[in-house]
């Protein structure tokens, strides 16, 4: 048999499969569709799986009105807590973007933190929040963030994570959420308090991965309906922050804000509200009454002909979307 040869793989096609250090976070989370959530878990060190370990749990991105919400996890065994010092955590919000970059690298590029200390990420979409949000059975962003935490959790103990505490910083009421986790992981110790990111540190591990995670995912932020948009036009997606402000007054009056925007936020709604085009939509029409004979059974002749002027309903996937047909655009 001839043997093909393979040409060389363009750098194009090269895809960023792991994430080894802070200089390729930037390109992970580009090859990553933006409109969906993805989660992403390191390497998993083989001491967190012989040896019982700590996990922490904590979110960024919770309160802005663009952007990705990201949750994340931190797993170290009970005998190394001296490397969660060693590396410098503590709550990521008092820290600077410059020391928690440095720190996310390290804890990624340092053989001491590879060998013991592992962590995940998930990034839900703002689109996925606002669909939660906005839909006729609501979720809501509490239960968005607990469905993410307990999915992390679940994808460390897939990964064969040996864990035995569990640490996290409460959604809403801490013991309510205690008492749910603890009914999903009765094995575990459960801890969930509030500010538990300045008090455990491997709860401030888990919000550098997430914060760190979430301010690339922004640096990197690719627009499919704004594709000259610049990457620093929208400041940091707070409402107080001037240039979000700025940006979220550029309203395209028929289709509102881009993808990056969380349409669920009353923030956004407002502004939608003073400023882009009201829509309204025709009622949908029963067209059966006027079909029904007088014994209330459907007309026979309905089922081969149809009146020009008669007004047929639409399956209910146009429906809900509110989608019509268009001969001009």
């Known amino acids: 048999d001839k043997k093909v040869k393979q040409e060389p793989e363009s750098h194009s096609d090269v895809k960023q499969s792991r994430i080894e250090n802070l200089e390729t976070l930037g390109p992970y989370i580009l090859e990553q569709d933006n409109a969906k959530n993805f989660v992403y878990v390191s390497d998993?060190?083989?001491?967190?799986?012989?040896?019982?370990?700590?996990?922490?749990v904590d979110e960024a991105g919770r309160g802005?009105?663009?952007?990705?919400?990201?949750?994340?996890?931190?797993?170290?065994?009970?005998?190394k807590k001296d490397i969660l010092k060693q590396l410098g955590f503590a709550d990521s919000k008092q820290l600077t973007e410059e020391k928690r970059d440095q720190i996310f690298d390290e804890m990624n590029r340092k053989d001491f933190a590879k060998t013991a200390l592992g962590w995940a990420v998930e990034a839900i979409s703002p689109n996925v929040i606002s669909m939660c949000m906005l839909r006729r059975t609501k979720h809501s962003l509490n239960e968005v963030s607990m469905d993410s935490a307990i999915g992390l959790i679940?994808?460390?103990?897939?990964?064969?994570?040996?864990?035995?505490?569990?640490?996290?910083?409460?959604?809403?009421?801490?013991?309510?959420?205690q008492a749910k986790l603890k009914a999903i992981f009765p094995k575990f110790k459960i801890t969930v308090a509030k500010k538990a990111?300045?008090?455990?540190?491997?709860?401030?591990?888990?919000?550098?991965?997430?914060?760190?995670?979430?301010?690339?995912?922004?640096?990197?932020?690719?627009?499919?309906e704004r594709p000259n948009e610049e990457v620093t036009s929208f400041g940091s997606g707070y409402p107080g922050d001037p240039t979000t402000k700025k940006f979220l007054g550029e309203i395209d009056l028929v289709f509102g804000f881009p993808r990056l925007v969380r349409f669920s936020w009353s923030t956004a709604g407002n502004a939608l509200e003073k400023k882009a085009y009201d829509m309204e939509f025709e009622d949908?029409?029963?067209?059966k009454d006027a079909e029904k004979a007088s014994y209330g059974s459907e007309k026979l002749s309905k089922y081969f002909a149809t009146s020009k002027n008669e007004n047929r309903k639409r399956h209910e996937y146009?429906?809900?979307?509110?989608?019509?047909?268009?001969?001009?655009?």
């Not at 679940?154 to 309510?176: F, H, L, M, Q």
């Not at 949908?284 to 067209?287: G, K, L």
């Not at 146009?318 to 655009?329: G, S």
Request: charged share 25%; net charge negative.
């Open 154 to 177: 679940n994808s460390a103990i897939d990964a064969g994570v040996n864990i035995a505490e569990v640490y996290v910083d409460t959604v809403g009421p801490p013991e309510k959420y």
């Open 284 to 287: 949908e029409t029963d067209a």
């Open 197 to 224: 990111d300045s008090t455990y540190p491997i709860v401030s591990a888990a919000s550098i991965a997430a914060k760190v995670t979430r301010d690339h995912a922004l640096k990197v932020w690719k627009f499919r």
């Open 44 to 56: 998993i060190p083989q001491l967190c799986k012989d040896e019982p370990c700590m996990l922490g």
């Open 64 to 79: 802005p009105v663009l952007g990705p919400m990201v949750y994340g996890i931190a797993f170290c065994p009970l005998s």
């Open 318 to 329: 146009f429906r809900e979307r509110c989608l019509e047909h268009v001969a001009d655009i």
